[in-house]
C-alpha cells in the first residue's frame, strides 16, 4: 500500500522500518506489551540506531532536515506493530522535534534538539487538565512571575510519557482567565524539578505506557523555561494554533491509520484461511463486501493523510488539510475496526489475534489528539461557515 508517488527516499525507509518491526516486534512480543501496559525499551534502542527521529529536526541543530512525509511513514510502518514503537517516536520526533523546531528559542533548539535528533530525549505533551479536554483556552494551571522565577501550581491529566519524558511541553495559564487566548504560555518543565507527582491512569487504548495525572505544587522554573524566550510570555495560544499543532493533527493520523491497516491485513488474511459452509469465507458476499469496502476506505485514508503530509512537509498552509485528515481518518477507522471484527467473529474477540487491540485503539481515535467534533468545529471556522 505505498502512495504511489511516493519518493524513492522514502519508500526506502519505509521498508527499512518494515523490515525491522517483522524481525524484532512480534505478534506474540506486542500481546506482551500491552498487556504489561510498556513499550520495549531494548527493541526501541535498537530502533533509535537507525537514525530516524532526526526526520523532524533541521540540519543545522543536528537533524537530517524536516521531511513529514518520511516520518509520516516512519509512524505507518512502527503502528503495523501497534502503539509500542510509534508511541515513543512521536514522543521524540513531534512533541520534541516539531515542537521546538517550529517554537523554541534559539537556546531551546541548541540545547534540545541535537539530542532529539539523535532520539536520546523525550517530550510529553501537557495540554489537558481533570476539567479541560477539547477547550484548552480554559486550560488552569497556574504560572506565575515571581523575579527571574515562574511558579507553577496545578495539575494536568492524561499527560503520556510523563513519568519517563525528561520534559512536559505544558500549557500553562500565565495570566488573567478573563483573557482566555491571551493569557496562555508554553514551558518546558523538567520532569525531574522538584514539586512534581504523578500516578499513572488505566486506559484501554494506546498501550504502549500508563497515561499520567501530573501534579505541580509550587514547581519553581526559570524564565529560559518559557517556550520561545521571555517574549513569548502569554503568547502560548499562537504557538498552540500554529504549524505545531497543524502536524500533531498529521501523526496522529498517522498512527490512526497504520493500526486501521495492520487491522485490515488480519481480516484479509483470515477471511481467507477461515472456511465455513465448505468454502472460506471471503467468498461468502457479506464478508467479501466488507472487506472490499473498508479496503476502500483505508485507500481514501491514505490519501488524505500523504496529500496533508506533504503540504505540511513543503511548508504550505495545511491546517484544513490537516484537520480533514485528523476527523476523516480517525472516525473511518473505528468503520474499518468495525467491519474487521465482524469479519473474524469471536476470534476477533480472543486474544489469539491482534484485532481485540486493534479495535480499542481505533476506538480511542475519535477522541485523542482534538476530537471529531473539535476538527468540525475548526474546519467550520477555517472555512468562516
Ligand atoms: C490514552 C490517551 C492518551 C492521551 N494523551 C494525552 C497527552 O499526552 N496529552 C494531552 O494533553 N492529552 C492527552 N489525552 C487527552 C485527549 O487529547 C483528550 O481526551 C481529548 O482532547 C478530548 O478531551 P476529553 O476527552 O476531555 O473530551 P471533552 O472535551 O470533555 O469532550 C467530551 C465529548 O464532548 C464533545 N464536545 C466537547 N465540546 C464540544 C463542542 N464545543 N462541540 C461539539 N462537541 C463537543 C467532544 O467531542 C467529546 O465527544 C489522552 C487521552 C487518552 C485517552
Excluded at 524481525?23 to 504489561?36: F, G, I, L, N, V
Excluded at 483573557?179 to 496562555?184: D, E, F, M, P, V
Excluded at 499513572?200 to 501530573?214: C, F, M, P
Excluded at 469496502?293 to 481514501?300: E, G, M, S, V
Aim: with cysteine; glycine share 8%.
Amino acid at each position: 500500500m505505498t502512495p504511489l508517488d511516493e519518493p524513492g527516499h522514502v519508500a526506502e525507509i519505509r521498508a527499512q522500518v518494515a523490515r525491522f518491526v517483522a524481525e524484532q516486534a512480534p505478534p506474540e512480543a506486542r500481546k506482551a506489551w500491552d498487556r504489561a501496559h510498556a513499550w520495549p525499551r531494548d527493541v526501541y534502542a535498537r530502533f533509535n540506531a537507525l537514525g530516524l527521529t532526526a526526520l523532524t529536526v533541521p540540519e543545522q541543530w543536528g537533524g537530517a532536515g524536516q521531511d513529514l512525509v518520511a516520518a509520516v511513514a516512519v509512524i505507518e510502518e512502527l503502528a503495523q506493530a501497534g502503539p509500542f514503537l510509534a508511541g515513543p517516536y512521536i514522543h521524540t520526533a513531534f512533541y520534541g522535534g516539531m515542537n521546538l523546531a517550529e517554537n523554541g528559542s534559539p537556546e531551546q533548539k541548541a540545547e534540545w534538539l541535537p539530542r532529539l535528533a539523535r532520539g536520546e530525549a523525550f517530550f510529553a505533551y501537557g495540554l489537558s487538565e481533570p476539567d479541560v479536554g477539547g477547550d484548552l483556552a480554559s486550560v488552569t494551571t497556574r504560572a506565575e512571575r515571581d523575579g527571574d522565577t515562574i511558579i507553577v501550581t496545578g495539575a494536568k491529566r492524561w499527560c503520556t510519557g510523563a513519568d519517563w519524558a525528561d520534559v512536559i511541553y505544558c500549557l500553562v495559564r500565565s495570566g488573567p482567565a478573563e483573557a482566555r487566548h491571551r493569557n496562555l504560555s508554553f514551558l518546558l518543565i523538567p520532569t525531574d524539578t522538584p514539586g512534581i507527582s504523578m500516578h499513572g491512569i488505566e486506559h484501554a487504548n494506546l498501550r504502549y505506557t500508563k497515561s499520567q495525572d501530573v501534579h505541580f505544587d509550587g514547581v519553581r522554573l526559570p524564565l529560559s523555561a518559557i517556550v520561545g524566550g521571555e517574549a513569548m510570555w502569554n503568547r502560548g495560544w499562537e504557538q498552540l494554533a500554529g504549524r505545531a499543532l497543524d502536524v500533531e493533527k498529521i501523526e496522529i493520523s498517522a498512527v490512526a491509520y497504520g493500526i486501521a491497516r495492520a487491522a485490515l491485513a488480519e481480516a484479509w488474511s483470515y477471511a481467507q484461511q477461515r472456511h465455513q459452509f465448505g468454502r472460506p469465507i471471503s467468498q461468502h458476499q457479506a464478508i467479501r463486501h466488507k472487506l472490499v469496502t473498508a479496503r476502500t476506505r483505508l485507500a481514501a485514508c491514505r490519501h488524505m493523510l500523504y496529500h496533508a503530509a506533504q503540504l505540511a512537509s513543503a511548508g504550505r498552509p495545511c491546517a484544513a488539510e490537516t484537520a480533514m485528515a485528523k476527523l476523516f481518518i480517525a472516525d473511518t477507522g473505528v468503520e474499518i475496526a468495525l467491519a474487521c471484527q465482524q469479519v473474524m467473529g469471536a476470534y476477533a474477540l480472543s486474544d489469539a489475534y491482534e484485532m481485540e487491540r486493534h479495535v480499542r485503539d481505533l476506538l480511542g481515535m475519535p477522541i485523542v489528539g482534538g476530537s471529531s467534533d473539535m476538527q468540525k468545529n475548526n474546519l467550520a471556522g477555517i472555512w468562516k461557515l
